[in-house]
């Protein structure tokens, strides 16, 4: 007999009605054409997810211009009208199996380690990442010393932020998520150390937040008041992954409160462990990340980190404060993950082949 799990049942997210609070979280595949159009093998990978009973599906970080925001060679992007129109497809796959889509953009700032257009990258200051580009991606030795990018140049990040949202919606897609987390552009505008600009956008944790509170604005005013926009916030990074708040639990009152104010339907936290208090005790009173978003945001809450299995999913949703789980390394290991925990079948583990030597989209996977 089938189980029934707090996740799987139907829930509202802004507008949308998904079928089960159970979400794919945004994985970068690097499986585009050079140029950053889709190809056939992403619409199939996407749509499997759908088809294995994903209630909503995150696409992987695409990049908004075409400048400085690519990341990865053969990274997706939605900078133009050509790069748009190769995205429909997905969105008209994912939709047919029976799942919502939500287009993540992406500006990678610093950590860009392959854009096939400059190899000039840009930041909120002159500060070399911590870290190793990422090997599974092409990358090789130390990130390379950034520019820091000006007040003008910032504005037109914000004007192509919003554009690309409104390309995902013409194209099809449910909504967007800005990406403020793990270490790309905005994260590194968040971050003490990464943001050292003694302009408006720099200093305080209220200054630091600032330019992500200008992408979710332009992005509202881009698409309107019906179109899905959240934001993704962590705190580690995938060139830092043990990085925490230097104010703990005051940051995430002005971090996520700022979020919420500017326009997000939905705020979602990644954590390496999203059971995991925060701060600590000295620097807050112990809650989750999550937890905190929730309180502090009193937006929908979507939560990353180590859930991916059924009594983990359920026990985040008990506790109260999360609305929907996402998962990554699970996911990918099983597409049909909410078809498998409802009948009780067994998990797969994820095999390493599928992430390695390089993280595109195998052929076993489509
Ligand atoms: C191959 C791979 C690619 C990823 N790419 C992205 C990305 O494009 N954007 C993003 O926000 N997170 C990205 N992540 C992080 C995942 O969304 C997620 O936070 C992480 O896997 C932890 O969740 P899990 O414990 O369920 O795997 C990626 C993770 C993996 C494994």
Redesign the pocket.
């Known amino acids: 007999m089938a189980s029934q799990h707090l996740w799987s049942t139907p829930v509202q997210l802004g507008r949308l009605t998904l079928r089960n609070r159970i979400a794919v979280?945004?994985?970068?595949?690097v499986s585009a054409t050079e140029d950053g159009q889709v190809t056939e093998n992403m619409i199939r990978y996407y749509q499997g997810f759908a088809a294995g009973g994903f209630g909503l599906v995150i696409t992987?970080?695409v990049y908004p211009d075409l400048i400085h925001s690519q990341g990865y060679l053969y990274q997706p992007g939605i900078g133009d009208d050509v790069q748009a129109r190769s995205w429909q497809a997905v969105a008209e796959a994912v939709h047919g199996a029976g799942a919502k889509i939500v287009m993540?953009l992406?500006h990678a700032g610093a950590l860009s380690q392959g854009n096939h257009r400059t190899r000039e990258t840009v930041a909120p200051s002159a500060v070399q990442p911590k870290g190793e580009q990422l090997g599974f991606y092409r990358g090789q030795g130390p990130y390379p010393m950034p520019r820091e990018i000006t007040e003008q140049e910032i504005a037109g990040v914000i004007a192509s932020f919003a554009a690309a949202a409104l390309r995902a919606r013409q194209a099809g897609f449910d909504g967007v998520e800005v990406?403020g987390?793990?270490g790309y552009l905005l994260d590194q505008f968040l971050t003490d150390y990464a943001n050292q600009r003694t302009d408006r956008y720099g200093g305080s944790t209220g200054n630091r937040v600032r330019l992500l509170v200008e992408v979710l604005e332009a992005v509202r005013a881009a698409v309107g008041p019906d179109f899905l926009v959240g934001i993704?916030i962590s705190q580690g990074k995938v060139n830092d992954y043990y990085h925490k708040w230097a104010n703990g639990q005051q940051d995430a009152e002005i971090i996520f409160s700022h979020v919420a104010a500017a326009g997000a339907d939905y705020i979602h936290t990644?954590e390496f462990d999203a059971q995991a208090s925060a701060f600590g005790e000295a620097n807050s009173d112990g809650d989750t990340l999550a937890g905190y978003a929730k309180r502090f945001g009193k937006l929908p809450v979507i939560a990353?980190?180590?859930?991916?299995t059924p009594e983990a999913a359920d026990a985040v949703l008990a506790r109260g404060g999360v609305d929907i789980v996402a998962?990554?390394?699970?996911a990918l290991a099983n597409r049909d993950w909410p078809r498998r925990a409802v009948d009780g079948v067994a998990f797969e583990e994820l095999d390493a082949g599928i992430?390695q030597p390089l993280?595109h989209i195998k052929s076993s996977e489509v």
């Open positions: 979280a945004p994985m970068t595949r992987e970080g993540q992406m990406h987390a793990n993704r990644t990353n980190g180590q859930l991916g998962l990554g390394k699970s992430l993280a």
